[in-house]
């Protein structure tokens, strides 16, 4: 069964948080960093992966996002703190190999 991950990107100065679900994270997060697509994450600068999830199967996924994005900010900075503190971009040192 193909993996499914839920991901919060932040901008630069942590001000913005895009919530996403992807089932190819290492190519979604080449595409934000890219400017790929010119949604909500490219129009607010968020290019920076500062928290995922990964589940089996992409209807758990989905429903962890519609979760996430029903919380507050403080929710979702609480997921962040938790993990990663400092807010760093998890993405770096990827290498981007897209299938």
Known sequence: MKKSYVYLLANKNNTVIYVGV????????????????????????????????????????????????????RRKEQLVNRGNPNWKDLAIGWLFYID
């Not at 790929?36 to 290019?47: I, Q, V």
């Open 22 to 73: 992807t089932s190819n994270l290492v190519r979604r997060i080449y595409e934000h960093k890219t400017g790929a697509f010119r949604g909500f994450s490219y129009r607010y600068n968020c290019n920076k992966l500062v928290y995922f999830e990964e589940y089996s199967n992409m209807d758990m996924a989905i429903e962890r996002e519609k979760q996430i994005k029903s919380g507050n900010r």
